[in-house]
């Protein structure tokens, strides 16, 4: 089925390199979300868009990080300067509405060498 | 966001029931009690959610006490495919960012 994909599924980068992270949400849904899962632990809450309007950056662990929904549908998750404790998996939700469950992709491996 | 505790794992057998419980004693009267799970190497997927009443679907159900201050997600028959982290959540409709803990690993016997 038409679920939220993610791409790159794993990405390598040397430390100091920029990496972006695509997410493609359901068709249809207005709200997208990011989280970061360290090794062992639960997802952790990095940024929250309304269509193409970023509401929440409460999450975001650093400036080096930037997201952006530019046309209310597949979002971008940059990070600049990469360091090596942003190696984690990334994840995407989308729902159709904010207080609707969140439907997640697989996630994106980042390992910073 | 009010914290739910949940024991770190549990074990079950294949085609028995599963109980999970999750405390939840500081929730406020707008939090509902979200449920979801991730299988190894994919991303969390919703399980069910509710607010004072008893839920159920196709996945599970949910009981929750009379207090709402603890809740437990009922695997009807577990199957080898229901081994899995499961998160227990609260979240109001209004703040809709998800609170992760570690969750409770749950493994099932053949």
């Known amino acids: 089925g038409a679920g939220v994909s993610q791409s790159p599924r794993y990405k390598v980068a040397k430390r100091g390199q920029d990496v972006a992270l695509r997410c493609d949400p359901i068709s249809g849904h207005v709200s997208l979300f990011w989280y970061q899962q360290a090794l062992g632990q639960g997802p952790e809450f990095l940024t929250y868009f309304q269509n193409e309007a970023q509401l929440d950056k409460s999450g975001l662990p650093s400036d080096r990080f930037f997201a952006e929904r530019p046309e209310g549908s597949v979002s971008t998750l940059k990070i600049q300067r990469t360091q090596q404790e942003d190696s984690a998996v990334y994840l995407c939700?989308?729902?159709?509405?904010?207080?609707?469950?969140?439907?997640f992709g697989d996630g994106t491996r980042l390992s910073i060498l | 966001d009010a914290k739910t505790t949940q024991p770190n794992s549990m074990e079950s057998n294949e085609e028995e029931p599963v109980h999970l419980p999750c405390n939840h004693s500081?929730?406020?009267?707008?939090?509902?009690i979200h449920w979801y799970r991730q299988l190894p190497s994919q991303g969390p997927e919703y399980v069910i959610h509710g607010l004072t009443s008893n839920v159920n679907n196709r996945m599970a159900s949910l009981a929750i006490a009379e207090d709402r201050k603890s809740s437990t997600l009922i695997l009807h028959r577990a199957t080898l495919r229901d081994a899995a982290v499961y998160y227990c959540i609260l979240n109001t409709g209004a703040n809709s960012k998800l609170t992760f803990g570690k969750g409770i690993t749950l493994s099932v016997r053949p």
């Open positions: 939700a989308s729902s159709l509405r904010r207080d609707q469950p969140q439907h």
């Open positions: 500081t929730i406020s009267g707008t939090d509902y």
